[in-house]
T-cell receptor, first 113, second 115 residues
Framework: DAKTTQPPSMDCAEGRAANLPCNHS???????VYWYRQIHSQGPQYIIH???NNETNEMASLIITEDRKSSTLILPHATLRDTAVYYC??????????????FGKGTLLTVNP | GAGVSQSPSNKVTEKGKDVELRCDPI?????LYWYRQRLGQGLEFLIY????????KSGLPSDRFSAERTGESVSTLTIQRTQQEDSAVYLC?????????????FGPGTRLTVT
């Protein structure tokens, strides 16, 4: 799986959009970008994933650059409960041992009142 | 619907004792995974079940660790002769299928402390 780089921490004001960047310059054509988050003392939670196109679900939006070397997770209206460590993972979507999730350090997002 | 559940939520044990950790996956999920997370660290893969079979046990750190799954449902992770370095949060996850990657749903974890 390609390596990802994320800032160690970010702050966001409650109610504002939180934009979390991820660099994955060595991503290959069949690798997807996945985002998980881990709220303190809880198990990780799947957020969203994408390949080329931008994706949106009830939790967040994922914007992937045209060259796919970076992406941004957007929480449109951050709440205090969104304070968590956010992990960007690049992986092949099928076959092999892709089921092993490998989390890096992630970004600690702190949403402030 | 019900998510992945794990028990106990916390376990304190003395060095040298055996412990059993339980995972109840989401109903109908054929794939089940165990991970370990030491304090301040990322997830460490332990074992993967597809149905009741474990095609990948490569992450088990030693022969003191074993796991089984029955009825394509409940899984038990057993650690024999626990050591202090076994102290960690043990996370279980399940997904609809392991062959084609899908999102993994995690339980709350069992925090194991070996004294």
């Amino acid at each position: 799986d390609a390596k990802t780089t994320q800032p160690p921490s970010m702050d966001c004001a409650e109610g504002r959009a939180a934009n979390l960047p991820c660099n994955h310059s060595t991503i290959s054509g069949n690798e997807y970008v996945y985002w998980y988050r881990q709220i303190h003392s809880q198990g990780p939670q799947y957020i969203i994933h994408g390949l080329k196109n931008n994706e949106t679900n009830e939790m967040a939006s994922l914007i992937i650059t045209e060259d796919r070397k970076s992406s941004t997770l957007i929480l449109p209206h951050a709440t205090l409960r969104d304070t968590a460590v956010y992990y960007c993972i690049v992986r092949v979507n099928s076959g092999g041992s892709n089921y092993k999730l490998t989390f890096g350090k992630g970004t600690l997002l702190t949403v402030n009142p | 619907g019900a998510g992945v559940s794990q028990s106990p939520s916390n376990k304190v044990t003395e060095k040298g004792k055996d412990v059993e950790l339980r995972c109840d996956p989401i109903s109908g999920h054929t794939a089940l995974y165990w991970y370990r997370q030491r304090l301040g660290q990322g997830l460490e893969f332990l074992i993967y079940f597809q149905g009741n079979s474990a095609p990948d046990k490569s992450g088990l750190p030693s022969d003191r660790f074993s796991a089984e799954r029955t009825g394509e449902s409940v899984s038990t992770l057993t650690i024999q002769r626990t050591q202090q370095e076994d102290s960690a949060v043990y996370l279980c996850a399940s997904s609809r299928s392991g062959r084609a990657f899908g999102e993994q749903y995690f339980g709350p974890g069992t925090r194991l402390t070996v004294t």
